[in-house]
Nanobody, 123 residues
Framework: QVQLAESGGGLVQAGGSLRLACAASGRTSSMYAMGWFRQAPGKERAFVAAISWAGGSKYYADSVKGRFTISRDDDKNTVSLQMNSLKPEDTAVYYC????????????????WGQGTQVTVSS
């Protein structure tokens, strides 16, 4: 079992930055691909970014390319999402997910999910 806990959400003005973190505990988390997803009010959960277990492969949704950066620190068992140039449409609850397969994470089939952290971007 892997437990995931997100942090770093908050209220920020448009154009600002936030850094989200997802702390993993339990089984050897360095062997898992990790990803970030978000869900805005009244909308379905959407893929944001994913990173392979070794960090060599990264994927981003078109809507965040060039603004968000996913990274991982396996010594600290964390995956981070640096969010720059935030827009009001980035407002959502952000979730992290983990799975042994990067494809499973990207396809919303991750075995493990966190509880989410709220990000609100004001205009």
């Amino acid at each position: 079992q892997v437990q995931l806990a997100e942090s770093g959400g908050g209220l920020v003005q448009a154009g600002g930055s936030l850094r989200l973190a997802c702390a993993a505990s339990g089984r050897t988390s360095s062997m898992y691909a990790m990803g970030w997803f978000r869900q805005a009010p009244g909308k379905e959960r959407a893929f944001v970014a994913a990173i392979s277990w070794a960090g060599g492969s990264k994927y981003y949704a078109d809507s965040v390319k060039g603004r968000f950066t996913i990274s991982r620190d396996d010594d600290k068992n964390t995956v981070s999402l640096q969010m720059n140039s935030l827009k009001p449409e980035d407002t959502a609850v952000y979730y992290c997910a983990a799975d042994g397969s990067l494809r499973a994470v990207v396809d919303f089939r991750g075995d493990y999910w966190g509880q989410g952290t709220q990000v609100t971007v004001s205009s």
